[in-house]
């Protein structure tokens, strides 16, 4: 039953429509193909006459043989660019930056020399460094000497603290030249972090 009412509506529906457009057909219908037919033969005429004038008005044209080559496409976008890997660099070493080996955003590799601190203090430190380490030298090769002579004489010539007082000589120029060393070992390692 539901069917039918609704067939019935539609064909309701249509009858209505045919109805309004028969009406709207009768009383507009012949002016509107008049209109219609002068509008036509208006544009014909004036699409005929812009023709004529651009073949009148012929442009020269060049022609040039196509060459396959590459493009190189610019783009141009505004973003705000953030890196995958962000790395601090901090220095073991206190000092003024004396050469900037590489950019902000550059590409670098394992090995490369970013930065360089100024190495003068540096290079005077390990330059007073040797220096104490060949006075070492030389002040327990004076005691060894000294401690040799001491030996090589008579035992009753010589008292049992001057030969304590060698031994102990000797034993400090030693520990002094140890010192030394070190302070050098030392002055080459702040040298070398003034490479970055």
Same mark, same amino acid.
């Not at 309004?20 to 005429?45: C, D, M, N, W």
């Not at 040039?64 to 890196?83: C, F, H, M, S």
């Not at 601190?117 to 060949?134: D, P, R």
């Given at each position: 039953m539901r069917q039918k009412r609704h067939s019935f509506g539609s064909f309701l529906f249509f009858v209505v429509c045919v109805f309004i457009l028969g009406v709207a057909a009768f009383r507009y219908g012949p002016s509107f193909l008049e209109r219609f037919k002068k509008q036509t033969a208006q544009s014909?005429? %004036?699409? &005929?006459? %812009?023709? &004529?004038?651009?073949?009148?008005?012929?442009?020269?044209?060049?022609?040039?043989?196509?060459? =396959?080559?590459?493009?190189?496409?610019?783009?141009?976008?505004?973003?705000?660019?953030?890196?995958?890997?962000?790395?601090?660099?901090? &220095?073991?070493?206190?000092?003024?930056?004396?050469?900037?080996?590489?950019?902000?955003?550059?590409?670098?590799?394992?090995?490369?020399? =970013?930065?360089?601190?100024?190495?003068? &203090?540096? =290079?005077?430190?390990?330059?007073?460094?040797? %220096?104490?380490?060949?006075?070492?030298? %030389?002040?327990?090769?004076?005691?060894?000497?000294? =401690?040799?002579?001491?030996?090589?004489?008579?035992?009753q010539a010589v008292s049992k603290t001057e030969l304590d007082k060698a031994q102990a000589a000797f034993s400090a120029a030693q520990a002094s030249l140890k010192g030394a060393q070190a302070a050098l070992s030392s002055a080459e390692v702040n040298l070398g972090y003034t490479v970055i």
């Amino acid at each position: 039953m539901r069917q039918k009412r609704h067939s019935f509506g539609s064909f309701l529906f249509f009858v209505v429509c045919v109805f309004i457009l028969g009406v709207a057909a009768f009383r507009y219908g012949p002016s509107f193909l008049e209109r219609f037919k002068k509008q036509t033969a208006q544009s014909t005429h %004036a699409s &005929s006459r %812009a023709t &004529s004038k651009m073949e009148q008005k012929q442009v020269p044209v060049t022609l040039e043989r196509a060459v =396959l080559q590459d493009i190189t496409l610019k783009n141009t976008y505004i973003g705000t660019v953030v890196p995958i890997h962000e790395v601090q660099l901090v &220095s073991f070493i206190a000092g003024f930056i004396e050469k900037v080996n590489a950019a902000g955003g550059q590409a670098v590799k394992e090995g490369d020399v =970013l930065f360089t601190i100024e190495q003068s &203090s540096y =290079l005077a430190a390990k330059k007073v460094a040797a %220096a104490n380490v060949a006075k070492a030298k %030389a002040d327990l090769a004076n005691a060894s000497s000294y =401690l040799e002579r001491i030996k090589r004489t008579k035992s009753q010539a010589v008292s049992k603290t001057e030969l304590d007082k060698a031994q102990a000589a000797f034993s400090a120029a030693q520990a002094s030249l140890k010192g030394a060393q070190a302070a050098l070992s030392s002055a080459e390692v702040n040298l070398g972090y003034t490479v970055i």
